[in-house]
């Protein structure tokens, strides 16, 4: 997956050569083939990601994808009812925690 601004791929961002086996499985294999696969579409798979470092409590990596689920089509509202909806099952702290990360990336803020 390509920056837009810097021809830099996500993974190249993160870590740029100084982990250039996890750039290149992040780059390849996660966002050229796996995003890639027909059976589930772009927004699909967003979701389901959001649903997934919701429940585990990924916040670092929740900023960026919440991003990007807009980028594939999710609407702010539902990222909102979804996590709603996750922090019953997941744990209250887990949903108040993706609740605030979305405030700040819809407010710019990450």
Do not use: C
């Amino acid at each position: 997956m390509t920056h837009e601004n810097t021809g830099w791929t996500g993974g190249q961002r993160a870590f740029g050569d100084f982990a250039p086996a996890l750039v290149h499985y992040t780059d390849k294999v996660l966002f050229d083939e796996v995003w890639e696969r027909r059976d589930l579409s772009k927004r699909d798979r967003s979701l389901v990601t959001v649903a997934a470092l919701t429940a585990l409590g990924k916040s670092d990596q929740l900023r960026f994808h919440l991003d990007f689920a807009r980028q594939n089509g999710v609407t702010e509202e539902e990222l909102k009812e979804a996590i709603l909806q996750l922090a019953f099952y997941t744990g209250w702290p887990n949903g108040m925690a993706a609740m605030t990360v979305l405030k700040k990336v819809s407010a710019g803020e990450e």
